[in-house]
């Protein structure tokens, strides 16, 4: 069965520090990846997503996110974490059930900024 | 308003109400989600909509009834809940079924 891991549960990194969160799928095919960005009581909003092409991905608040075929891969990076970052991280992967989009999530990543 | 709104934001309801979570999307989209997100779970997909017309409905017990009227509006009428059916609700929408899905802030239920 699909499925999507996020094995960091929690991650607690300094103001100013680099980010990296892991995110490992399970399908056989090339998925849509995507990582998501919810704060305390809000929505999800979205970060950057991947359909095909460069396997670098630009997205907004200065993501980006690397797809790793060979590892199955696709984890969420910053070179240097905000206070306003702290927040809960999920990654998904789309996939296509007869041209529908189903996104699967994983657990999420909770994000800690210390002073 | 833009983007995806949803009201009420809270809502604290006994397990013989009946109550209804309305979402409203200002994005021009054709599909609609409902998802569910429950502590130390992931989000769940309950039901999607695409012009209207329901193309999924993921096991979902029949106490949670969707009812999309339009492409900008989507409802999900409660009834006799239990308590594990306490959640955050969040609704979604696309503009298409393959692309990308916008997330609204969400219904805090609480079921008693």
């Known amino acids: 069965a699909q499925s999507v891991t996020q094995p960091d549960i929690h991650i607690t990194v300094s103001e100013g520090a680099s980010l990296e969160l892991r995110c490992n799928y399970s399908y056989g095919a090339t998925p849509y990846l995507f990582w998501y960005v919810q704060s305390p009581g809000q929505g999800l909003q979205l970060l950057l997503k991947?359909?095909?092409?460069?396997?670098l991905v630009q997205g907004i608040k200065g993501f980006e996110a690397e797809f790793k075929r060979s590892q199955s891969s696709f984890n969420l990076r910053k070179p240097s974490v905000h206070w306003s970052d702290a927040a809960e991280y999920f990654c998904?992967?789309?996939?296509?059930?007869?041209?529908?989009?189903?996104?699967?999530f994983g657990a999420g990543t909770r994000l800690a900024v210390h002073p | 308003e833009t983007g995806v709104t949803q009201t009420p934001r809270h809502l604290v309801m006994g397990m013989t109400n009946k109550k209804s979570l309305k979402c409203e999307q200002h994005l021009g989209h054709n599909a609609m989600y409902w998802y569910k997100q429950s502590a130390k779970k992931p989000l769940e997909l309950m039901f999607v909509?695409?012009?209207?017309?329901?193309?999924e409905n993921n096991s979902v017990p029949s106490r949670f009834s969707p009812e999309c009227p339009n492409s900008s509006h989507l409802f999900l009428h409660l009834h006799t809940l239990q308590p594990e059916d306490s959640a955050l609700y969040l609704c979604?929408?696309?503009?298409?079924?393959?692309?990308?899905?916008?997330f609204g802030p969400g219904t805090r239920l609480t079921v008693l």
């Open positions: 909509y695409s012009l209207e017309e329901r193309v």
């Open positions: 991947y359909f095909s092409g460069d396997t």
């Open positions: 979604a929408s696309s503009q298409g079924l393959g692309d990308t899905q916008y």
């Open positions: 998904a992967v789309g996939l296509d059930s007869g041209g529908y989009n189903k996104l699967i």
